[in-house]
């Protein structure tokens, strides 16, 4: 018997399939399934009973393992990442979640930074160009603090 070298051998059927999906929201915010595990069940030609499973690998947004707590998923609108908890922020103002790509800082009169999201930042430098605006306008007449930004 000349076994044909260009040849390769099949794989056997699976006598059994298990396929478990996660439906998560893709990045138009349609949910759609994912394929996360796959286990597959064969009987060798020798008769042996053989079993595969596959494991998809997840990360969080941020980067880090899903092994890692979850921390929570951005509030910003059309944004779709979840981060882990190290990595995951809320906003000093508002109070909503923000992951790595949302997130804003600004300096505090201590000197500390805070995050801050897109909106209450646009807040605070519309709230101090009027400040600066009505002290500069005024203080010919009226006299302010200086450290007023």
Not at 29 to 39: A, S, T
Not at 138 to 147: H, I
Request: aromatic residues 10%.
């Amino acid at each position: 018997m000349n076994p044909d070298l260009n040849s390769t051998p099949t794989p056997p059927e699976p006598v059994r399939e298990d396929w478990v999906y996660t439906q998560r929201l893709d990045a138009k915010g349609q949910p759609c399934d994912e394929l996360e595990q796959c286990r597959s069940v064969f009987l060798s030609p020798e008769g042996a009973v053989v079993q595969k499973q596959w494991r998809k690998e997840r990360h969080y947004h941020c980067g880090h393992g899903a092994e890692q707590p979850m921390g929570g998923k951005c509030s910003e609108p059309g944004c779709f990442n979840v981060s882990c908890a190290s990595c995951f922020t809320r906003c000093s103002k508002c109070q909503i979640g923000l992951c790595l790509y949302h997130v804003r800082y600004i300096d505090t009169d201590t000197g500390q930074k805070q995050p801050i999201c897109a909106q209450c930042r646009e807040g605070l430098q519309r709230q101090r160009f009027w400040r600066r605006f009505w002290t500069n306008l005024l203080s010919p007449w009226v006299e302010f603090d200086r450290d007023i930004r």
